[in-house]
């Protein structure tokens, strides 16, 4: 049995302040212990869903390219959060409870409020092998509604199942997110179905290719509670990266994209 503990900055590198709204660890900032039963954490820090679909993302979560809160929600990171995680061999779990107001991370407790407001929780399954890996993940969140027009909560809901391939130097990614995210009321707020195809190449060991296509199908968007339903064109996504590791700390790269209806 072992104590584990992490604190992560970011840091605008532009103006020299911190990101995150200003936060000092506002990265992870967690405590925890780690033994032969798993390993269980407390505090700020990553859902199950964003932990199990890092291996299945083309360009490794890459945000300046990659549409992370498609893929994840906005909750990817949260507050007040207890996580579970363990390793059988090949066979990977996790499981998460985010506590009343570390979805949003910006309210605080009140007397009198729901105890589900701002919660969630989650878990995933997941295989690993040299040749193939698959994972499928479930995501819950309650989140506050007042920027849209709802006074109460809401309940979002997304489904992840995501698989790669290795071949030699190639390895082919993809995967399919579904969403239903609701209105206190019950009315729709998204329902959209999320998919992405990609390819990784590692031409030597300087060079690396990836390129990927993603496209979500949106079904119902309410943008805010009371307006009306309607169904807006879906966008789609095309990335491409490629590197050359100039030395094993340094290394150049080129990227480019074209995005629709974004």
Request: charged fraction near 20%.
């Amino acid at each position: 049995l072992k104590a584990v503990f992490t604190l992560e900055s970011g840091v605008d590198v532009t103006k020299g302040g911190l990101l995150q709204g200003g936060r000092a660890f506002g990265r992870q900032s967690f405590v925890g212990l780690d033994g032969s039963w798993g390993r269980f954490t407390m505090g700020r820090q990553y859902t199950s869903m964003f932990s199990a679909l890092r291996p299945f993302t083309p360009l490794a979560y890459a945000t300046q390219y990659e549409p992370i809160i498609l893929l994840t929600g906005l909750n990817f990171r949260s507050d007040n959060t207890i996580k579970w995680e363990q390793n059988w061999g090949p066979v990977r779990a996790l499981a998460h409870w985010t506590f009343k107001s570390g979805v949003s991370g910006i309210n605080s407790d009140k007397p009198g409020d729901a105890f589900r407001r701002d919660s969630g929780f989650g878990g995933a399954l997941g295989y690993n092998s040299p040749r193939w890996s698959a994972t499928l993940a479930y995501d819950q969140t309650h989140p506050s509604m007042t920027g849209f027009g709802d006074t109460g909560y809401g309940r979002a809901r997304k489904w992840m199942l995501a698989a790669n391939w290795v071949q030699g130097p190639v390895k082919l990614i993809g995967g399919y997110r579904w969403q239903n995210a609701r209105y206190s009321d019950g009315s729709a707020f998204l329902r959209d179905d999320l998919m992405w195809l990609g390819v990784n190449y590692q031409a030597n060991a300087q060079w690396h290719f990836a390129l990927v296509y993603y496209r979500d199908n949106i079904k119902q968007l309410q943008r805010k509670l009371g307006t009306g339903v309607n169904d807006p064109a879906n966008p789609w996504q095309v990335s491409f990266v490629t590197s050359h590791a100039l030395s094993k700390r340094t290394d150049l790269y080129l990227t480019a994209a074209y995005a629709k209806h974004a």
